[in-house]
């Protein structure tokens, strides 16, 4: 091992490096100048993955190797976008962004080193691995004839459209596996054809990201060595978000890294909201004599103390925020529902000032977003707002649509990060050399080899300035008024790329160019918007999942209750009795489903930094839990 050791000296850098940043508390520094494996569980807002990237920095600065590195690896492109964006910001952290080093996610990490070169190594073209272009290309091939007893089967599953798009390959043997519902028994005629689609979309090139870890797993068989060629790489490595890592994902870098590389996981535990997953009784985080930060940047101690109520572990959440604003139970009667988004609209304009409103998004979010249930509205976001998702199935296309991909740069930006910004525009522009019998990408598997292949064609200038342009500027180019000189604009871009004799006309007409693109999304993101004015101001905001908003900080955010459904409770209804102090049962001896619906509750209720708004179904909250509440200091209002 060749790992660098921080010491007390090293952390008067970060004055200079880090200087919007303070770590000058016992446990932030323990966590910088601990140099042996540890994991690190810390509260919402403590600055997880800034204090990361501030170590990173300080790691860079000693770094002696050439060819050794530090492997960093996270979840999201979001996360990992903001350690690049730190480290980018100074000469010795720019250099953790390139060779011998690797930054990324964790999918990206497996594919560049493991699977990637075992696909190139069976010869496996390899067209795209999103999930979403998975499930779409599943449904169209099922109406094939040859499928046609395979829908009779699935018609009468009662997950059967899950089974066929969600079909991933597990182990190095590629065992089929299913992630929603279940498979038919392998000596079975259904089986045999659900077989046969999976290997279908292998021939086209077509994977979900979990079959990466399947093509992963195959390679450390074929190569056993590459676990040491891999861990000698990286002496030390950091993953970031590590709660939302999966088992497979875990198992697969504990047997590259554990116990031979120094490792050092960050994350929250009560922040994991999928735990209905696979084995997750297996995972390790935190393990024992794990180090802790108790203390959240984000908020103050009004909704640090309401957070606390709802943790699961029962571990203590201290708010060093400077917000002081009381929490706020909005409490609606049935009819009232849809009174409830606009309503805290106006809340917000009378308790926030421009400036704090202003600092940070304002948002609103539930659990679920749809579905049935035979209880008091209330139940998930559509309750609340008719118009959430409308246009979404249109939005699920665009993987394979130019206008799609191209045009969508606000849901990208918003939802992602640049990283997938680009990859869509690389993705959009494989797609029309594809459609145009480019020769450039002919051998090309994935769009992103499109630099590389454009550069060993000797010509890589022209894909990078059209990709750029596009990632930049796609948005207005793919208004509808715009598209033909946007169709030009390509034409000229990629003009060393095409087919000679490829005229214009021609090439507008390739039916890439089809398709209405922006529509959809366009809907679908309008959908999702709230707009309120009141005494003279006005706000607009976002609705949408406690899923989708994890890891954000808002200056203010609505929770609003959903029903659990198996589980039988609301989630804002039940954690009002931790907050108010009445309930009967500890946290963690509530059923497993309930565990899950206060761990989203307590990812909801720490997104704000000034104002943390709960709304309930005035049936489902109790005078006595009213009185309550009220003498901890919340208010309540009536909708
Ligand atoms: N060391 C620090 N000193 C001062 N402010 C900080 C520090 N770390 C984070 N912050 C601020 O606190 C807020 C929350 O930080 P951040 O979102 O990075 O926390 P997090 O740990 O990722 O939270 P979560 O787990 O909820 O995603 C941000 O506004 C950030 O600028």
């Known amino acids: 091992m060749s790992a660098v050791n921080l010491e007390l000296v090293d952390l008067a850098d970060l004055t200079t490096l880090v200087k919007d940043l303070n770590f000058d508390d016992v446990e932030r ?34 770094w002696p190797h050439a060819r050794r590195g530090i492997c960093v690896l996270s979840h999201t492109n979001v996360a990992r976008d903001e350690i690049a964006r730190r480290l980018a910001g100074s000469s010795e952290g720019a250099q953790l962004l390139s060779y011998p080093h690797f930054v990324g996610t964790i999918h990206a990490f497996v594919n560049q080193f493991f699977s990637m070169p075992m696909l190139r190594s069976l010869g496996q073209k390899v067209d795209v691995i999103d999930d979403v272009v998975f499930a779409d290309r599943a449904k169209s091939l099922l109406q094939l004839g040859m499928f046609s007893g395979l829908r009779v089967y699935l018609e009468n599953q009662n997950n059967g459209d899950g089974i066929a798009t969600s079909l991933f390959y597990r182990t190095a043997d590629l065992q089929l596996q299913v992630e929603s519902g279940k498979l038919p028994g ?52 950091f993953i970031d978000e590590m709660q939302d890592t999966s088992w497979d994902q875990e198992s697969f870098l504990n047997r590259i890294f554990d116990r031979k590389s120094v490792m ?11 735990s209905d997953e696979e084995n997750a009784d297996l995972l390790t985080f935190p393990r024992s004599g794990y180090g802790c930060i108790s203390t ?47 309503h805290y609209g106006r809340l917000v304009i009378d308790r926030l000032t421009e400036e704090e409103a202003a600092a940070r998004e304002v948002k609103a979010m539930c659990t679920r977003k749809s579905g049935e249930g035979k209880v008091a509205v209330g139940r998930h976001l559509v309750d609340y707002w008719q118009a959430y998702g409308e246009g979404q199935q249109i939005a699920s296309m665009r993987s394979e649509s130019f206008w799609g991909l191209v045009g969508d740069a606000k ?22 050399l594809r459609a145009a019998a480019s020769p450039l990408v002919s051998g090309v598997r994935d769009a992103r080899a499109l630099p590389r292949a454009a550069r060993e064609f000797g010509a890589s200038g022209p894909i990078e300035g059209i990709t750029r342009h596009l990632a930049i500027s796609g948005e207005q180019l793919c208004g509808v008024g715009q598209r033909d000189s946007t169709i030009e604009l390509v034409y000229v871009g990629l003009q060393p790329y095409l087919p000679n004799g ?28 709230c707009q309120v004015s009141h005494l003279g101001r006005s706000l607009e905001f976002g609705l949408g999942t406690t899923a ?60 704000p930094a000034a104002l943390l708004c709960l709304a309930a179904n005035e049936e ?20």
């Open 411 to 432: 849901r990208t930006l918003r939802e992602a990060s640049l990283n997938s910004r680009v990859a869509d525009v690389r993705r959009a522009l494989l797609l029309v």
């Open 620 to 639: 489902r909250v109790p005078p006595g839990l009213r009185t309550m509440l009220l003498s901890k200091g919340w208010h309540i209002e009536v909708v």
């Open 548 to 607: 989708g908003m994890k890891g954000e900080t808002h200056s203010a955010s609505l929770v609003l209750e959903a029903y659990g459904g198996t589980s039988r409770k609301f989630d804002v209804a039940l954690g009002l009795e931790y907050i108010a102090g009445i309930a009967s049962k500890k946290l963690d001896m509530l059923p497993k489903t309930q565990q899950a619906q206060m761990r989203n509750l307590y990812v909801a209720m720490s997104r």
């Open 264 to 274: 050092q996981r960050f994350g929250d535990v009560d922040q994991k909201i999928l």
């Open 296 to 342: 959240s940047k984000r908020f103050g101690p009004a909704i640090a103390s309401a957070v606390s109520s709802v943790r699961l572990s029962g571990n203590a959440v201290v708010g060093e925020g400077s917000g002081t604003h009381a929490p706020i139970l909005l409490l609606y009667s049935t009819a009232d529902i849809a009174k409830v988004v606009p």
């Open 29 to 62: 520094r323990s966590a910088l100048l601990e140099n042996g494996s540890r994991d690190f569980n810390a509260v919402p807002g403590s600055g997880k993955t800034s204090l990361l990237a501030a170590k990173l920095l300080l790691l860079a600065k000693k």
């Open 186 to 237: 392998t000596h079975t005629a259904s089986y045999k054809s659900l077989m046969t689609l999976k290997k279908m979309l292998t021939k086209d090139g077509i994977f979900r990201h979990r079959d990466m870890f399947a093509y992963a797993d195959r390679a450390l068989n074929t190569c056993p060595h590459l676990v040491d060629v891999v861990h000698r790489r990286f002496p030390m490595v």
């Open 502 to 529: 490829l005229e214009f006309d021609k090439f507008s007409a390739l039916s890439v160019f089809d398709g209405p693109g922006l529509q959809g999304t366009t809907n679908s993101a309008a959908s999702a918007r």
